[in-house]
């Protein structure tokens, strides 16, 4: 049981938009930066934001990222079948001084 | 151009030890913390530990406390991982990440390298 939760699986149609929630606390989410994080099957981890809401250069602009409070979220529009991939939120908890994911999001365009 | 690249991984028994390393190349090494990530086979990320750049502070999951040990070669470029009583449930993809510490993100990931452990 991962402290930052995420939904196991979303799915929607190629075009369409998803948006997958990252709910934490006041010690982690609250009070740090979150990042996310995609991982195509039987590859490394790739940056896909950072400082809650900030795109690295390469990543498309259909990608966004959002925190409010306990929890953030990541929205993705204009679905490709590229985009299949296991999505993660992390972040750091100040009162426990650990680094934490997320359970991971499967996204499946289908 | 960034790079990490991982070695060590490897079979080893419950109980034995197991000693990974990561070579940085392509930034300046002694200006970032650096961290351990794994994921067991059909799980999810899991943080292991955290190094700062100058390696003054050293930070574990409760999960491997105790039992691993993160350490940094700035001269070298390199971070390692030193494993010991190690167990079933550490079989895992072992990377290493770059962190940027202002805003706490793994900018760069190495490609992993697998240790399984079993009897």
């Known amino acids: 049981q991962s402290v930052l939760t995420q939904p196991p699986s979303v799915s929607a149609a190629p075009g369409q938009k998803v948006t997958i929630s990252c709910s934490g606390s006041s010690s982690n989410i609250g009070n740090n930066y979150v990042s996310w994080y995609q991982q195509l099957p039987g590859t490394a981890p790739k940056l896909l934001f950072y400082a809650n809401n900030e795109r690295p250069s390469g990543i498309p602009d259909r990608f966004s990222g959002s925190k409010s409070g306990t929890s953030a979220t990541l929205g993705i529009t204009g679905l490709q079948t590229g985009d299949e991939a296991d999505y993660y939120c992390g972040t750091w908890d100040n009162s426990l001084n650990i680094g934490l994911f997320g359970g991971g999001t499967k996204l499946t365009v289908l | 151009e960034v790079q990490l690249v991982e070695s060590g991984g490897g079979l080893v028994k419950p109980g034995g030890s197991l000693r990974l390393s990561c070579a940085a190349s392509g930034f300046t090494f002694n200006a970032y913390a650096m961290n351990w990530v794994r994921q067991a086979p059909g799980k999810g990320l899991e943080w292991v530990s955290s190094?700062?750049?100058?390696?003054?502070?050293?930070y574990y999951a409760d999960s491997v406390k105790g039992r691993f040990s993160i350490s940094r070669d700035n001269a070298k470029n390199s971070l390692y991982l030193q494993m010991n009583s190690l167990r079933v449930e550490d079989t895992a993809v072992y990377y290493c990440a770059r962190e940027v510490q202002t805003t706490e993100e793994f900018d760069y990931w190495g490609q992993g390298t697998l240790v399984t452990v079993s009897s």
């Open positions: 190094i700062t750049n100058s390696g003054s502070d050293k």
